[in-house]
């Protein structure tokens, strides 16, 4: 029985055209997976910064030749902002609205989280920059009540609940990933399998027709 240890194109026997064309395609889709995994390794080292993998840089800014994510990059200063203003004595609403404000603040953000996460809703810039812009108001404002008085549920509260439902979210989406990246590998090893048994075959019945 013909047993192959691997398959590269020097290696392969003549093959019909459609099973060569075959052959080709499995061999041109797995180096570009592995061109795929050599460029997450390299990405994992700014991962810090983007965020993201590669396949979701549409999601970064370029600042300096480097990927920065798009919503960090508004949540932090807009926060910190909100939070120096609040320090200095300057209120961009009443402070009897800072529950109000700092709850619903996060709403839309979390609603387009989710709906990406849950629903495939396609990727906007110019939407996530401004649900991020609005939570941020919120988060600025909670980061002013946590300095003062430790523990403050108007800053732990909206990061228990609405963090909660982001990182639910978030691990339902990578779940589901993994899924479909497994059953896609599965069936692409399959195909492999079967177009490596057919060359085996062919050259098994090659040789058995050859005169001794």
Request: proline share 6%; net charge neutral.
């Given at each position: 029985m013909c047993r192959w240890d691997y398959?590269?194109?020097?290696?392969?026997?003549?093959?019909?055209?459609?099973?060569?064309?075959?052959?080709?395609?499995?061999?041109a889709d797995q180096r570009a997976r592995r061109a795929t995994e050599d460029?997450?390794?390299?990405?994992?080292?700014?991962?810090?910064?983007?965020?993201h993998w590669p396949n979701e840089y549409e999601r970064c800014v370029t600042v300096g030749g480097r990927h920065v994510c798009r919503r960090c990059l508004v949540l932090y200063p807009v926060a910190l902002a909100v939070l120096f203003l609040s320090a200095s004595g300057f209120h961009l609403w009443p402070e009897s609205l800072d529950v109000?404000?700092?709850?619903?603040?996060?709403?839309?953000?979390?609603?387009?989280?989710?709906?990406?996460?849950?629903?495939?809703?396609?990727?906007?810039?110019?939407?996530?920059?401004?649900?991020t812009a609005m939570v941020a108001l919120g988060v600025g404002r909670g980061l002013h009540y946590e300095i003062q008085d430790r523990w403050s549920?108007?800053?732990?509260?909206?990061?228990?609940?609405?963090?909660?439902?982001?990182?639910?979210?978030?691990?339902?989406?990578?779940?589901?990933?993994?899924?479909?990246?497994?059953?896609?590998?599965?069936?692409a090893s399959g195909d492999f399998a079967e177009a490596s048994d057919h060359a085996s075959e062919e050259?098994?019945?090659?040789?058995?027709?050859a005169p001794g």
């Open positions: 398959v590269t194109t020097d290696a392969l026997p003549e093959l019909p055209p459609e099973a060569e064309a075959r052959m080709q395609a499995l061999l460029s997450a390794i390299r990405a994992r080292k700014q991962l810090w910064l983007t965020h109000w404000v700092i709850w619903l603040s996060c709403l839309p953000a979390t609603a387009d989280f989710m709906a990406e996460k849950l629903f495939d809703t396609p990727y906007n810039p110019r939407r996530q920059v401004l649900v549920w108007l800053f732990w509260g909206p990061v228990l609940v609405f963090g909660g439902l982001w990182f639910a979210a978030a691990v339902f989406r990578a779940q589901r990933s993994m899924f479909a990246a497994a059953l896609e590998a599965s069936r050259t098994l019945d090659k040789e058995a027709g």
